[in-house]
């Protein structure tokens, strides 16, 4: 399990570099140990795998996991960041806690599961996919393909670093640009102009004190809203013609992205009220809602007594569980590895952390299938 840990991690899976080479480390993992795997390969270099093992007519456990990874930076790493040092009792490098070690653990527990001959009375599928730090394009592939033909389901459980925490909440994500449009003109003559980034002012003024409308959750509370990039005008003598600025929403579950949207186009017509050539336009960069799975839910009830966790814990950061709500299972993410050391530099994993990680696996594994 620590081998293939430390092929995955060299198989360097950022954007850069696609997803292929850790999806065929994977794939040739299960397939050495007897379990079927296969690669699903798009745009030459993304891919996803998927491992499956047929049990019996009851219902199957879905494990979800990613196996691409965010770039290392500039920092210069303690260790080179896809060398997988083994130190310390650690192993060092880019995506080992995030989430690879998942990854490694949950495929050790199913191979496990499968030498011992115990017999399952469902299946146990295992999606490893591509881009869920970027855009999710793995996992919307997956369901795309599979969401239809999959047997019936206790329920999904992602592998993502928890530190063996059950987390069963999390918000959503709302990335959203928005570009005031201007015209051009000398900078000595800006009367012939219209000025984008003036235009700017006249909205960033308004959202100093904004509050995206929406009922406060009960976990959550209230969506965040927070204005991080600010972009407009080519030279000092050209009046701009546009600015754009990008905002980051962490909406709660069930928070309806588009009403976020109809807001900033209430705004926009306010503004218009008062500066009449006003003009902007709000465009998504990133969407995708949270999740708060009832923890009265059987499969809650069953993950908590297979790992001996009686509480459950929310989260702020997202994970690809929205993008399979459509399966209308419950979902929980629960895994080894520290979230605090995702995608900072010097990221590690502790052996025994991941070794620990596959035995809880074995048990939840046991405890849903035999
Ligand atoms: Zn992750």
């Not at 080992?96 to 199913?110: C, E, R, S």
């Amino acid at each position: 399990m620590i081998q293939l840990l430390k092929e995955l991690i060299r198989a360097e899976s950022t954007l850069a570099t696609g997803e292929v080479n850790a999806a065929n480390v994977l794939c040739k993992y299960f397939t050495d140990n007897g379990v079927d795997c296969i690669v699903d390969c798009f745009d030459g270099i993304r891919a996803n795998a998927v491992a499956r093992v047929k049990g019996g007519d009851g219902e199957a456990l879905l494990f979800a996991a990613h196996i691409d990874v965010v770039p290392p930076g500039d920092v210069v790493w303690e260790h080179p960041p896809f060398d997988a040092v083994e130190a310390d009792g650690k192993i060092h490098g880019r995506g080992t806690a995030d989430m690879k070690a998942g990854v490694a653990a949950t495929a050790a527990a199913i191979v496990d599961i499968v030498k011992s001959g115990v017999e399952l009375s469902g299946d146990i599928i295992f999606a490893a996919t591509a881009g869920e730090e970027t855009d999710s394009c793995g996992i919307k592939r997956f369901m795309a393909q599979n969401a239809d033909s999959l047997p019936p389901l206790a329920g999904v459980l992602i592998p993502e670093p928890t530190g063996f925490d059950i987390v069963t909440a999390h918000r959503g994500i709302l990335w959203i640009e928005i570009t005031t449009k201007g015209k051009t003109a000398h900078g000595s003559m800006p009367h012939l102009g219209i000025n984008a980034v003036m235009q700017m002012s006249a909205l960033l003024e308004r959202l100093r004190n904004y509050e995206v409308p929406c009922e406060p959750h009960p976990i959550f509370g209230k969506c965040s809203f927070s204005v991080n990039g600010i972009a407009g005008g080519q030279a000092p003598n050209v009046v701009p013609d546009s600015c754009t600025i990008k905002i980051d929403i962490r909406t709660v579950p069930d928070q309806n992205h588009q009403d976020v949207l109809d807001d900033f186009e209430r705004i926009f017509k306010e503004i218009k009220v008062e500066h009449s050539d006003f003009e902007a336009t709000v465009k998504i960069a990133r969407s995708c809602g949270g999740i708060a799975t009832d923890n009265d839910l059987q499969f809650v009830k069953t993950l908590c007594k297979a790992t001996e966790i009686s509480e459950t814990q929310s989260v702020g950061y997202t994970t690809d569980a929205p993008n399979m709500l459509a399966l209308n299972v419950p979902i929980a993410i629960f895994g080894p590895g520290k979230c605090e050391l995702c995608h900072k530099p010097n990221e590690y994993v502790d052996i025994a952390d991941v070794e620990k990680g596959r035995d809880y696996l074995i048990k939840v594994i046991k405890e849903f299938l035999t």
